[in-house]
């Protein structure tokens, strides 16, 4: 007998992947966390039956969040990370020595112990000594932080789930207060091609741009996500989010989907997306 996990990506399109075995599954206080072994893509973990990564891809779009930015300002020392329970955001930013504080703010204690388990490609760095975990509501976090983070990285679910309020124009005004002068934040928008994301897209980018007085979106392909076409926001006070700083390129980073030509084309987006965030 096959085992096929099935996502809905809109009311006409479904994303399905063969699996071997179901590795976990149990329901939180917040949510229903499974993990699946699949011949394609590995292991891969759901929230409510929402694909949030695999092995296989995971790494674009923990690249993305994290090397964008720090690729803007590689003296980044203070980091205050909201959701990202997989470790994946971790991973890649404790590959900078430089950095000396990294807070992660995560509502479900449970999506932390089981990534640790079963999903150590994604959760390796979450013992690392900088790190601080705080299990509490990430718009709670944020409205008590001033002028303390240098980069805010915002890895939460969907719009539409436990992450609801981290799409919100206080959370996105509170993040702005807890940056420093130089401070960037980079949040996952969701992907602009089926009509339902696509709504929930614009209306995210639409509360960033309302906050922040620079402010851009950016792409990466992440084949397991709706439709592979994903979008990041990036916002600051004061940084160009297509200045890469020669000091990162010395650092000389391994990376497998990052580099600084596509970081700079990762901000040129088609014609039909600019057209929505106008």
């Known amino acids: 007998m096959e085992l096929w996990f099935t996502e809905n990506h809109s009311e006409h399109a479904r994303f399905s992947i063969k699996i071997d075995k179901h590795l976990y599954g149990a329901d939180s206080d917040?949510?229903?966390?499974?993990?699946?072994?699949?011949?394609?893509?590995g292991r891969f973990l759901t929230l409510d039956g929402l694909?949030?990564?695999?092995e296989k891809d995971e790494f674009a779009y923990h690249e993305m969040m994290v090397h964008v930015p720090m690729a803007v300002n590689p003296a980044i020392k203070d980091?205050?990370?909201?959701?990202?329970?997989?470790?994946?955001?971790?991973?890649?930013?404790?590959?900078?020595?430089?950095?000396?504080?990294?807070d992660m703010v995560e509502i479900d204690e449970q999506v932390v112990k089981v990534c640790k388990q079963y999903l150590p490609q994604t959760a390796s760095s979450l013992d690392d000594p900088r790190l601080t975990i705080y299990y509490q509501d990430g718009l709670k976090f944020v409205r008590h932080a001033k002028e303390e983070y240098d980069l805010i990285v915002v890895d939460?679910?969907?719009?539409?789930?436990?992450?609801?309020?981290?799409?919100?124009?206080?959370?996105?005004?509170?993040?702005?207060?807890?940056l420093k002068d130089d401070g960037i934040l980079v949040n996952q928008l969701g992907s602009?091609?089926?009509?339902?994301?696509?709504?929930?897209?614009v209306r995210a980018y639409d509360k960033l741009k309302h906050v922040f007085p620079i402010y851009s979106a950016f792409?990466?392909?992440?084949?397991?996500?709706?439709?592979?076409h994903w979008l990041?926001?990036?916002?600051?006070?004061?940084?160009?989010?297509?200045?890469?700083?020669?000091?990162?390129?010395k650092l000389d980073i391994d990376t497998k989907y990052y580099n600084t030509a596509l970081h700079i084309g990762s901000f040129a987006l088609p014609n039909y997306v600019g057209d929505m965030l106008k």
């Open 30 to 41: 917040i949510q229903r966390i499974d993990v699946f072994q699949s011949p394609e893509f």
């Open 232 to 249: 990041f926001g990036f916002a600051s006070k004061n940084q160009n989010p297509t200045n890469v700083s020669s000091e990162w390129v």
């Open 51 to 54: 694909m949030m990564m695999t």
């Open 219 to 228: 792409q990466a392909h992440i084949p397991t996500y709706p439709s592979g």
């Open 156 to 178: 939460s679910t969907d719009s539409d789930g436990p992450g609801e309020g981290l799409f919100t124009r206080e959370f996105y005004g509170n993040c702005l207060k807890a």
């Open 79 to 102: 980091v205050l990370i909201i959701g990202a329970g997989d470790g994946g955001i971790v991973r890649e930013l404790a590959r900078y020595d430089t950095i000396a504080i990294m």
């Open 192 to 201: 602009p091609y089926y009509k339902a994301d696509a709504a929930a897209m």
